[in-house]
Antibody
Framework: QVTLKESGPVLVKPTETLTLTCTVS??????????VGWIRQPPGKALEWLAH???????SYNTVLKSRLTISKDTPKSQVVLTMTNVDPVDTATYYC??????????????WGQGTLVTVSS | SSELTQPPSVSVSPGQTASITCSGD??????VCWYQQKPGQSPLLIIY???KRPSGIPERFSGSNSGNTATLTISGTQALDEADYYC??????????FGGGTKLTVL
């Protein structure tokens, strides 16, 4: 059974660094054909892809946010970590991690975590 | 990066067919996925690779993609299909792009 669970602070102050952890089970973050991505959703707004990391450690970032994001993984712990520097109130959102799977033709997000709401406020 | 445009809202009567569009430059040259999100829940994959349904997704959900528009079609729409729907494609091969979402109302 594939599950993903996000964890991290509920409240972060402006200019601080946000660190979010995605703990997975039912698959390995280093298995070929797998990747884990982070997607966020401000309250009442659309989904926004942030970053993902492949099983071979290759990374990809949202062009607009790239300078503020770092994604990494810890295979033994089955975790993928996203850090976002210099947060602002506009970064207030529910942050989701999701598994990406390769079917031979494309990657798609087939399993999602429950999400974690992060509020940026002083 | 490319943009995907969806209508903010679509209304449908129970039992009728709902169509939700997703537009983007040469979108037909890319593969499109669709996600359903109900209030307070995480997104659920309902269509991948334009028209493939994951296991457990009802047959009334179907997808197509040609030219600049991908379409999610829900046949025999049920009240439980009321949700937000998001399309998603890949910009180049490494950046995921989501549409702005469409709120489906079943009247």
């Amino acid at each position: 059974q594939v599950t993903l669970k996000e964890s991290g602070p509920v409240l972060v102050k402006p200019t601080e660094t946000l660190t979010l952890t995605c703990t997975v089970s039912g698959f390995s973050v280093s298995s070929a054909g797998m990747a884990v991505g982070w997607i966020r959703q401000p309250p009442g707004k659309a989904l926004e892809w942030l970053a993902h990391i492949f099983s071979n450690d290759d990374e990809s970032y949202n062009t607009v946010l790239k300078s503020r994001l770092t994604i990494s993984k810890d295979t033994p712990k089955s975790q993928v970590v996203l850090t976002m520097t210099n947060v602002d109130p506009v970064d207030t959102a529910t942050y989701y991690c999701a598994r990406m799977i390769w079917n031979g033709i494309l990657y798609y997000f087939d399993y999602w975590g429950q999400g974690t709401l992060v509020t940026v406020s002083s | 990066s490319s943009e995907l445009t969806q209508p903010p809202s679509v209304s449908v009567s129970p039992g009728q067919t709902a169509s939700i569009t997703c537009s983007g430059d040469n979108l037909g040259d890319k593969y499109v996925c669709w996600y359903q999100q109900k209030p307070g829940q995480s997104p659920l994959l309902i269509i991948y690779q334009d028209n493939k349904r994951p296991s457990g997704i009802p047959e009334r959900f179907s997808g197509s993609n040609s030219g600049n528009t991908a379409t999610l079609t829900i046949s025999g729409t049920q009240a439980l299909d009321e949700a937000d729907y998001y399309c998603q494609a890949w910009d180049g091969s490494t950046e995921a792009v989501f549409g702005g979402g469409t709120k489906l109302t079943v009247l």
